[in-house]
């Protein structure tokens, strides 16, 4: 459960108007502070009076509510070209933007110390040997802004473009590998084949339509044991399920509605995907960027090429999930990654609306090539078999014979996918109710 608590937290530190209501506090503090005046040297308190300080909290007021306008209004339209020219998915991440906020929130918080200091002396609640200390806290919040505006015409350079939006997606594509390569299976044991599930365990649904975003494994793990049961996850971190959709199967001689409504909260879910546990999400994120530069109204295949590049770095440094000797949720069964759909919805995706772009192709089979060789067998397979759909993608886009041959002999795969055109009607009703049988044998409890 504190697991889930810090998680919600930081979520919550995120949001712009959280840091900029710290920084306004500073007023309260400082009108707390100020009868420890006397505890400042004489001469000094003598030298500040009202005039003084007022004329501090005046420029602060003026100025920082010209900045503040002018930086919302930049941060804005950054958010909007990174919406339009890589992904909506894009526009999120920029909004979680630590300096971002940071900078921002120390400006509003900035024009609300001064507009607080400022009502509260014209009340005349301090005294004139109280003035000291606020004008030393008044100068200290002028030092945060200096340093903000400075880190902001840093930050300023390539906010909202192209490659500042691939470079930060790549960031937190890179947090989620690491979250998984620190706990594989999410801290639990590997829900495989072998792991067999007794017919009489407990199922635990979903109550609405939405998508789990984070599942905490320890405190699933903590209440089974003191039931003395087991918990079997059903769902993964980025699967969208809908109400009465099994989200794990539950192994206890006791259960009840209070007992699956514990186990419930485990399960963090939101409207929207979120990083983190999520791991297959972050290489979307990227995949989505490559897909717009790709798209004819932009026409960037380069981009598309430099995404692929990031996308294989990436997938390198995902290693194969082995369970530990120890896990850190005993009592709990997760299912591991799926490279199969992490390299359809991100590599697969990239190939199928970059066909007409010879480059795209040839870097997204150079990465098959590589891919073919990681140690996890699962995501060797899926770079193979993303290879021969390649093949198939280049068929249907390549114009020239020789471009063909370069990308054919670049892959990991013997040959083409099979297309839909070169299969028959009876074989395509066949492959099509293989599919469903298996999909249903995958949702049944």
Same mark, same amino acid.
């Given at each position: 459960?504190?697991?889930?608590?810090?998680?919600?937290?930081?979520?919550?530190?995120?949001?712009?108007?959280?840091?900029?209501?710290?920084?306004?506090?500073?007023?309260?503090?400082?009108?707390?502070?100020?009868?420890?005046?006397?505890?400042?040297?004489?001469?000094?308190?003598?030298?500040?009076?009202?005039?003084?300080?007022?004329?501090?909290?005046?420029?602060?007021?003026?100025? @920082?509510?010209?900045?503040?306008?002018?930086?919302?209004?930049?941060?804005?339209?950054?958010?909007?070209?990174?919406?339009?020219?890589?992904?909506?998915?894009?526009?999120?991440? $920029?909004?979680?933007?630590?300096?971002?906020?940071?900078?921002?929130?120390?400006?509003?918080?900035?024009?609300?110390?001064?507009?607080? +200091?400022?009502?509260?002396?014209?009340?005349?609640?301090?005294?004139?040997?109280?003035?000291?200390?606020?004008?030393?806290?008044? %100068?200290?919040?002028?030092?945060?802004?200096?340093?903000?505006?400075?880190?902001?015409?840093?930050?300023?350079?390539?906010?909202?473009?192209?490659?500042?939006?691939?470079?930060?997606?790549?960031?937190?594509?890179?947090?989620?590998?690491?979250?998984?390569?620190?706990? /594989?299976? $999410?801290?639990?044991?590997?829900?495989?084949?072998?792991?067999?599930?007794?017919?009489?365990?407990?199922?635990?649904?979903?109550?609405?339509?939405?998508?789990?975003?984070?599942?905490?494994?320890?405190?699933?793990?903590?209440?089974?044991?003191?039931?003395?049961?087991?918990?079997?996850?059903?769902?993964?971190?980025?699967?969208? %399920?809908? /109400?009465?959709?099994?989200?794990? @199967?539950?192994?206890?001689?006791?259960? =009840?509605?209070?007992?699956?409504?514990?186990?419930?909260?485990?399960?963090?879910?939101?409207?929207?995907?979120?990083?983190?546990?999520?791991?297959?999400?972050?290489?979307?994120?990227?995949?989505?960027?490559?897909?717009?530069?790709?798209?004819?109204?932009?026409?960037?295949?380069?981009?598309?090429?430099?995404?692929?590049?990031?996308?294989?770095?990436?997938?390198?440094?995902? !290693?194969?999930?082995?369970?530990?000797?120890?896990?850190?949720?005993?009592?709990?069964?997760? /299912?591991? +990654?799926?490279?199969?759909?992490?390299?359809?919805?991100?590599?697969?995706?990239?190939?199928?609306?970059?066909?007409?772009?010879?480059?795209?192709?040839?870097?997204?089979?150079?990465?098959?090539?590589?891919?073919?060789?990681?140690?996890? /067998? *699962?995501?060797?397979?899926?770079?193979?078999?993303?290879?021969?759909?390649?093949?198939?993608?280049?068929? =249907? *886009?390549?114009?020239?014979?020789?471009?063909?041959?370069?990308?054919?002999?670049?892959?990991?795969? =013997?040959?083409?996918?099979?297309?839909?055109?070169?299969?028959?009607?009876?074989?395509?009703?066949?492959?099509?109710?293989?599919?469903?049988?298996? =999909?249903?044998?995958?949702?049944? !409890?």
């Amino acid at each position: 459960m504190i697991g889930s608590i810090l998680w919600k937290f930081r979520l919550f530190a995120r949001r712009l108007w959280v840091r900029a209501v710290l920084i306004s506090l500073l007023a309260i503090v400082a009108a707390l502070l100020a009868p420890l005046s006397d505890l400042l040297p004489f001469s000094f308190k003598t030298q500040i009076d009202e005039t003084k300080l007022q004329s501090l909290l005046d420029i602060l007021t003026s100025s @920082m509510l010209a900045v503040t306008t002018f930086s919302l209004s930049i941060m804005v339209t950054a958010h909007l070209a990174a919406d339009s020219s890589a992904t909506p998915r894009a526009h999120r991440l $920029l909004q979680q933007d630590s300096r971002t906020q940071t900078v921002l929130a120390t400006f509003l918080g900035a024009f609300v110390y001064a507009l607080t +200091l400022t009502i509260l002396l014209s009340t005349g609640l301090f005294a004139d040997d109280e003035m000291a200390l606020i004008y030393l806290f008044t %100068v200290g919040v002028i030092g945060l802004v200096v340093v903000a505006i400075l880190r902001w015409v840093g930050h300023l350079d390539g906010l909202g473009s192209v490659e500042a939006t691939i470079r930060r997606a790549e960031e937190r594509a890179k947090a989620a590998v690491a979250i998984r390569a620190e706990a /594989p299976f $999410l801290g639990a044991h590997a829900l495989t084949g072998r792991v067999t599930i007794p017919p009489e365990a407990h199922v635990l649904t979903a109550t609405s339509a939405i998508f789990v975003n984070r599942i905490d494994t320890r405190t699933l793990s903590h209440k089974a044991g003191k039931w003395g049961g087991t918990v079997y996850l059903r769902v993964s971190p980025g699967d969208w %399920v809908l /109400p009465g959709d099994p989200l794990a @199967m539950v192994s206890v001689s006791d259960w =009840s509605d209070a007992r699956a409504t514990e186990l419930r909260a485990c399960f963090a879910t939101d409207e929207t995907r979120e990083h983190g546990q999520d791991t297959a999400y972050s290489f979307v994120v990227l995949a989505e960027i490559a897909e717009r530069a790709l798209s004819p109204g932009i026409n960037d295949p380069r981009t598309g090429t430099d995404v692929v590049g990031r996308l294989t770095r990436l997938f390198l440094s995902l !290693p194969a999930e082995v369970e530990p000797d120890e896990v850190a949720a005993p009592n709990v069964y997760a /299912p591991g +990654l799926d490279p199969v759909e992490v390299v359809r919805n991100s590599l697969d995706a990239i190939a199928r609306d970059g066909q007409g772009f010879h480059e795209v192709l040839m870097a997204v089979q150079g990465a098959a090539r590589a891919l073919s060789r990681h140690p996890d /067998p *699962g995501l060797a397979a899926a770079a193979r078999a993303l290879s021969g759909r390649v093949l198939a993608y280049a068929r =249907s *886009g390549i114009l020239l014979v020789e471009d063909l041959e370069r990308i054919g002999a670049a892959g990991a795969a =013997s040959g083409p996918a099979p297309r839909a055109e070169d299969v028959s009607e009876d074989g395509i009703a066949t492959a099509l109710g293989e599919t469903t049988a298996r =999909s249903r044998s995958a949702a049944r !409890p």
